[in-house]
């Protein structure tokens, strides 16, 4: 095709979205792929293409791998929700924008984030992750011992992908084993799309409002955990105030619990359907770092993405996106990308995906990245260990997968062995 061809079906491309701003989100076809409309945006070879959210507002979309990391690694791009333009991705995001006060860091820009992210990072890093998986296992072998001595089938849902990530972060804050129900029930309120603003606005105060007393009992008596550190590090010295120490203890707890259980959830499902998967990981274990690192890739649980504001003009290749518009970024088109990942759509445990984008990217990528690897290495490596041959117990078609949540996953998944 000539070059003024080119030129002119991208352009008429370009203008039929002017007129029809396909909506977003798109509907799966296949459960555990993204919807197919997304490839074909990112097969017109635009660096974004226009869509309408559900409340009506046009933003761009970004599909490509290379698009994806170049918007979240450019400060020109907001994080902040009161931001001129700003994507409200559910009716429940306008709660942050109506109370800035209760956001935590991922919702700032530098030097606020800065400030607030540098006071964790030595909390998750690779090496203190590494030094909690003596526990993550004994855990696991504790509670897969009660599964298998039990009736068949079990949910390894209810009884493994809930309760480990939330007693990993409880152990964390020193938190009692009592509230932990409290903490799952609160914390899944926050992520699920299906509760109205009202719903999830009470279900966050109730949740500050248990940790702003778990904040109080450490600063009356600190002890070894994480919240108590920080007490000691950051709030007595007046360097961290209460109310900001509150949200970013939140922040840990909804995506240190969401977030993995999700992703566990489908990479289990992963396991209990696909032989050739289980079969290399169970001949050879030391493949479950690269095996994980492809689940991450393929699952993309943060299925609808993530959003930005551009605060002034930026040319992001062919596409002009101004000052004051929003930007929606997908992590599972990005993912796909063929120009990165050749036969995307396959789940290949051999596959060199360590340049996915399931924990972001830039200055926002995942805290708890290193952390959320060690808990789905054990994971995985624990059903193979006390469920061999573990397998799908209902038909594929039955399984609860859960579209309405922020980080896509299973509500439930009946297996055998």
């Known amino acids: 095709m000539s070059s003024d061809g080119r030129l002119k079906m991208l352009n008429d491309a370009a203008a039929q979205e002017e007129r029809t701003p396909p909506a977003y989100p798109m509907r799966r076809v296949s459960p555990v792929d993204p919807p197919p409309e997304l490839a074909e945006l990112r097969g017109r070879d635009r660096a974004a293409s226009r869509v309408t959210m559900w409340d009506g507002s046009q933003v761009w979309l970004v599909t490509s791998h290379a698009g994806v990391r170049a918007v979240l690694g450019d400060r020109r791009f907001t994080a902040v929700t009161s931001a001129p333009g700003f994507p409200m991705m559910t009716r429940t995001s306008q709660l942050v924008r109506a109370q800035p006060q209760s956001a935590s860091f991922i919702r700032m820009d530098d030097p606020d984030h800065s400030r607030l992210r540098s006071m964790l990072t030595r909390d998750f890093l690779a090496k203190r992750a590494e030094a909690l998986r003596p526990a993550i296992r004994e855990l696991l072998d504790d509670l897969l011992a009660k599964l298998v001595a039990g009736q068949r089938p079990v949910d390894l849902v209810a009884g493994l ?239 609860d997968f859960r579209h309405e949540v922020s980080s896509y996953g299973l509500g439930a998944l009946p297996v055998t062995w």
Not at 178 to 194: H, K, N, P, Y
Not at 215 to 233: C, M, Y
Not at 243 to 272: F, I
Request: charged share 25%; net charge negative.
């Open 161 to 399: 992908t809930i309760p480990v990530p939330s007693r990993v972060i409880t152990l964390l804050f020193g938190a009692g084993e009592e509230r932990r129900e409290f903490i799952e029930s609160r914390s899944a309120v926050l992520i699920d799309r299906g509760y109205t603003p009202e719903q999830v606005a009470a279900a966050r105060d109730e949740l500050d409002g248990y940790l702003r007393e778990l904040v109080e009992e450490r600063l009356a008596a600190p002890g070894s955990d994480l919240i108590s550190r920080l007490v000691i590090d950051q709030v007595r010295p007046g360097d961290l105030s209460v109310d900001e120490l509150v949200p970013m203890c939140r922040l840990l707890l909804v995506a240190g619990h969401g977030t993995t259980t999700s992703q566990a959830s489908l990479s289990l499902l992963s396991l209990v359907t696909d032989p050739a998967l289980a079969k290399a990981l169970t001949e050879d274990e030391s493949l479950l770092p690269k095996a994980v690192e492809e689940l991450l890739r393929f699952h993309s649980i943060v299925q609808n993405g993530l959003a930005r504001a551009a605060v002034e003009d930026v040319q992001l290749d062919d596409v002009l996106i101004k000052a004051g518009e929003g930007v929606v970024l997908s992590l599972s088109a990005g993912n796909r990308d063929e120009r990165v990942f050749e036969d995307p759509d396959t789940l290949d445990p051999h596959r060199d995906a360590r340049r996915h984008l399931a924990f972001g990217h830039g200055m926002h990528q995942c805290l708890g990245q290193w952390l959320a690897r060690v808990e789905l290495e054990e994971i995985l490596a624990a059903v193979l260990r006390w469920m061999p041959g573990a397998r799908l117990a209902v038909p594929f078609e039955e399984l």
